[in-house]
């Protein structure tokens, strides 16, 4: 069993950067690989991005590459997903999450674990 809570949401401008961060507990967390989905206002969940057990490969989907970056230190705990050039249609509750999985893990039903989510809003 893996625990995962969020932290950082906010609401920011268009433009500007917020970085949310995920801390992970109980069954070694280095053993999962992190990823991050988001929830905007009356839509289904959708996948944001992904960082494998090591940290050597990510993953991202189209709508934010070259914008966000995710990131997590080999042994450590934290997984953290720093966004840029946020937009407006980026507002929506982010969702750390974990899966045993290998490779591209895009959909929510191949994660197990989920944090309880943490709001981000951009404003225009």
């Known amino acids: 069993q893996v625990q995962l809570v969020e932290s950082g949401g906010g609401l920011v401008q268009a433009g500007g950067s917020l970085r949310v961060s995920c801390v992970a507990s109980?069954?070694?967390?280095?053993?999962?690989?992190m990823g991050w989905f988001r929830q905007p206002p009356g839509k289904e969940r959708e996948f944001v991005a992904l960082?494998?057990?090591?940290?050597?490969?990510?993953w991202y989907s189209d709508s934010v590459k070259g914008r966000f970056t995710i990131s997590r230190e080999s042994g450590k705990s934290e997984v953290a997903l720093q966004m840029n050039s946020l937009k407006p249609e980026d507002t929506a509750v982010y969702y750390c999450?974990?899966?045993?999985?290998?490779?591209?893990?895009?959909?929510?039903?191949?994660?197990?674990?989920w944090g309880q989510g943490t709001q981000v809003t951009v404003s225009s």
């Open positions: 960082i494998s057990r090591s940290g050597g490969s990510q």
């Open positions: 109980g069954r070694i967390p280095s053993h999962y690989a």
């Open positions: 999450a974990a899966t045993l999985g290998y490779g591209l893990q895009n959909t929510p039903n191949e994660y197990p674990y």
